[in-house]
């Protein structure tokens, strides 16, 4: 298939619609964390409900994404990526009109669809259009304007949430998806692949999303109910069956999604474990830090959207830097160096207790922010070289979606695991705290029933001024007690990352690969 230079017209609108459309992902996934708290309060959304909102979407991306990039290959890879783009319009133009929290998850699964479709495709486009002289650049370029783009993603959805404005989080996809949609169709050719494409995993991708589903459901149900419902138990027991199922299943498939062969490689192994646990502890700590500041420390959600911005600053000044020192000394130590100090990060951020707001970020959060923002600046571009250099190069697309999905089903069940700790947590805490008023049995309950609320619990009405700022107070230490230990145990999941790393990966394993 013939290609084309990085320089030439078609090459520059193959750019532009790749990190136009990428932008749409990233900026959604961003911005949507800081404008939680705006969205409980509109649509009366428990703290359950959130963590559904956030692994609707997930859940489709998981378990979906490597089919996406199959059917880019059999198909061409421009339809599916101008499909892609469609759906996830079609989703995010949904959800921005959803009335009710079940519709908006509804909604976020047929986002997530269309991302399966559309993320692993602007990837595809550029590799498989651009000279191979011209790749890497153009790849580094695609990485450094979406980082760019990201970078915007909590400021604006900051600035939206603070307007009431959280529907336009999903509205502002629909203008840069329709003008990504026109470059392509008028401006950039048709790419597949020259070879028959291997045939389609349904049966992986069908298992593990249900496997997936059934265990988050789970998970999220057991605050409610308790571990020993039948409901809890019966889809945690059928999620666990489905999983090592689809592990059956990809193990005796001639076309799998996931080729279970891959994890011979004992580097291949340990960087996706360290993927699984780094990323578990970086989307669950970077949740509840939002969270906490909006509900709890008193900032607006602009204010919490600008405190992401030193993070995402380091991230763009020492990723090329930390990438130039892993193709020197090869990336294992900085696999190790960098999940540990990531998760020394997180550890600082939960001690952090009551604030007086916005003003007192330099000397409480703002620290942390920084040790947590190296330790992933260190980590990202040495992650890459080692997943593409731990196997052969005509697995190289595959070792990437593989790592790829990994980092959304480690999303799935930090959200499910976590937060449903983060419930049972903050029941625990105002159980205890709540003893320290003098109420009565029914005033208690009354008290107690704003629990699923997590940091959005409002005191009942009928209580006097002096037991409404009690009661409040109560409400802001439960979930600084929540905070500190989901905070902990993301910096646990980090720690254990650095393990990995430590155990698994061989500079030497990696440099043999790359050159075999």
């Known amino acids: 298939m013939a290609t084309v230079a990085l320089n030439s017209p078609e ?18 996934g961003t911005a949507l964390n800081v404008v939680l708290p705006s969205l409980q309060q509109s649509l009366n959304a428990t703290g359950t409900d959130l963590f559904w909102i956030l692994n609707a979407y997930l859940l489709m991306l998981a ?28 989703g995010s133009a949904t959800c921005g009109f959803a009335p009710s929290v079940t519709l908006l998850i509804v909604c976020r699964m047929l986002q997530g669809i269309g991302g399966a479709l559309m993320i692993p495709g602007s990837l595809s486009l550029i590799s498989s259009s651009i000279h191979d002289s011209e790749k890497g650049k153009a790849i580094g370029t695609w990485s450094a304007f979406t980082t760019v783009v990201t970078l915007g993603g909590p400021v604006l959805g900051g600035a939206f949430g603070d307007a009431g404005l959280w529907r336009y989080i999903f509205f502002i996809n629909i ?9 392509l169709w008028q401006k950039v050719k048709e790419s597949r692949s020259d070879e028959r494409g291997p045939n389609l995993d349904l049966p992986g991708a069908i298992t593990i999303a249900l496997g997936l589903a059934a265990l988050t459901f789970g998970f999220l149900r057991a605050p409610a109910v308790g571990l020993g419902n039948w409901q809890v138990y019966t889809t945690l027991t059928g999620g666990i069956i489905l999983l090592l199922a689809f592990i059956y299943i990809e193990n005796k498939s001639l076309h799998p999604m996931m080729p279970l062969h891959l994890f011979t ?3 291949f192994s340990g ?9 578990a ?14 509900q709890v420390q008193g900032y607006s959600q602009l204010q919490s959207g600008l405190t992401f911005l030193p993070f995402t600053i380091l991230m763009i000044i020492m990723a090329r830097f930390s990438g130039v020192l892993a193709d020197r000394h090869g990336p294992r130590l900085l696999l190790i160096v960098g999940p540990a100090t990531t998760g020394l990060g997180l550890l600082i951020l939960s001690f952090v207790t009551q604030t007086n707001g916005a003003a007192d970020y330099w000397t409480t959060f703002f620290p942390g922010i920084i040790v947590f923002g190296l330790g992933m600046s260190f980590t990202v571009a040495p992650l890459t070289t080692a997943v593409m250099g731990s196997v052969s190069d005509n697995f190289s697309g595959t070792a990437s979606g593989v790592n790829n999905a990994l980092t959304r089903i480690s999303n799935v069940f930090a959200n499910a695991i976590l937060g449903a700790l983060a419930v049972l947590f903050f029941t625990t805490a105002l159980e205890n705290q709540v003893q320290q008023i003098p109420l009565n049995t029914q005033q208690k309950q009354i008290v107690m029933a704003q629990a699923a609320n997590l940091g959005d619990a409002k005191v009942p009405p009928g209580f006097n001024n002096y037991y409404q700022k009690a009661i409040k107070k109560l409400y802001h230490n439960s979930f600084i007690d929540v905070y500190a230990k989901v905070m902990r145990l993301s910096a646990i999941l980090a720690f254990l990352g650095a393990l990995m790393s430590f155990l698994f990966i061989r500079n030497s394993t990696i440099k043999k690969a790359s050159t075999a």
Request: proline share 1%; aromatic share 12%.
């Open 11 to 28: 090459g520059k609108w193959i750019m532009v619609s790749s990190i136009m459309a990428s932008a749409m992902a990233f900026i959604d």
């Open 63 to 90: 378990s979906l994404i490597l089919i996406g990039g199959t059917l880019g290959d059999k198909l061409g890879r421009k339809k599916i990526f101008m499909i892609g783009i469609f759906i996830f319009i079609l």
């Open 175 to 183: 203008p840069i998806g329709i003008a990504a949609l026109l470059i």
């Open 265 to 267: 490689n004992m580097t």
């Open 271 to 279: 960087v996706n474990l360290l993927t699984f646990f780094l990323y």
């Open 281 to 294: 502890g970086l989307g669950a700590g970077m949740l509840f830090l939002s969270l906490n500041m909006v």
